[in-house]
């Protein structure tokens, strides 16, 4: 999706033009793939713009980063704050919020020991990432032929930016092939997540999502479902998944920031119940929770103003 540039970003402290938001060619991360970024989303409420569980996410940034051996100089409340400015300042109802830190110029070569780190966090309007009807009419899915790397290889724990080569080859290769999204297998073939979501496939009345052991990111809207899910006495167990377990799952969803709650109709061409009964009923209490209406949550919903 295209972006609609907003006023300003911040940099490193301090609020600057969007324009003006660059880095030099020869940018650490830049070459070597070593940032790591969230993706997260402000929604309009009775109260004005608020960050869906912002706190939580900003922590997973830290997490990612200590992976890495990355030092943010900005601690959690700090960098939740600054987020908070962003989107006061971009004057939008709702949005889309980017942070990323990132090894920046002065250093070249593999060694981060030397490197400074840069943080920036910016927004913009966007709409739903798998389409505006994916909840309801749901999205076509296909087994990639990438598979997704292992706890060993390139640390799936950390949201970093050089994972997701992984992630745009499989969504390519499943676009060009006439698909809306990919499904990666481990190197295991067990399934672990799509290309930027967490995977929920109801089996025998319960729900199933991967471990984190399987490659999956431990996901924050993931556990949001999790606790809606709860809330409606639906099971849900973290449990392996095989292909087949897609191919005749009485209904499948997938879940995440930019995707939220997005149903799915089909996997590998074999038709799936869409939306299942479960798949409507969290998507509907996802919507609500977001926006702040679910007193229950209400903590989640952290207002800019």
């Known amino acids: 999706m295209p972006i609609t540039p907003t006023a300003k970003i911040w940099m490193n ?17 830049l070459h070597y793939g070593m940032g790591v970024f969230e993706g997260i989303r402000a929604y309009e409420t009775s109260r004005g713009p608020a960050v869906f569980r912002l706190t939580d996410h900003i922590a997973r940034l830290h997490n990612s980063a200590r992976i890495l051996m990355m030092p943010l100089e900005q601690s959690v ?3 939740v704050e600054a987020t908070k400015l962003v989107v006061r300042e971009s004057g939008l109802p709702s949005c889309y919020i980017r942070p990323i830190a990132y090894f920046g110029y002065g250093e070249m070569g593999l060694n981060t020991l030397p490197c400074t780190v840069d943080v920036a966090i910016a927004c913009w309007p966007w709409g739903a990432y798998l389409g505006d009807d994916a909840a309801t009419k749901g999205v076509r899915m296909k087994i990639s032929s990438w598979v997704r790397h ?9 949201k970093t930016t050089g994972n997701y080569v992984n992630s745009s080859l499989a969504k390519v290769e499943a676009l060009k092939a ?4 990919a499904i990666l297998l481990n190197t295991e073939g067990l399934v672990s997540e799509c290309t930027g979501e967490n995977i929920f496939v109801a089996r025998n009345g319960k729900l199933i999502t991967p471990p984190i052991s399987a490659g999956a990111l431990e996901g924050i809207t993931q556990s949001t479902v999790m606790a809606i899910a709860a809330d409606h006495d639906f099971e849900v167990v973290i449990g392996d998944l095989t292909r087949s377990d897609l191919y005749v799952a009485e209904e499948m969803f997938v879940v995440g920031t930019a995707a939220e709650v997005s149903a799915v109709n089909s996997v590998d061409d074999r038709p799936l119940p869409c939306p299942g009964p479960m798949t409507a009923v ?16 209400k903590d989640w919903v952290e207002h800019v103003g």
């Open 13 to 29: 402290g301090a609020l600057i033009d969007w324009d003006d938001a660059k880095i030099h060619v020869l940018t650490h991360s």
């Open 178 to 181: 006439g698909y809306d999204e």
């Open 77 to 79: 409340d700090e960098l």
């Open 282 to 297: 969290i998507a509907e209490q996802y919507g609500r929770t977001v926006r702040g209406e679910v007193d229950k949550y």
């Open 150 to 158: 292992g706890h060993n290889a390139m640390p799936p724990a950390s």
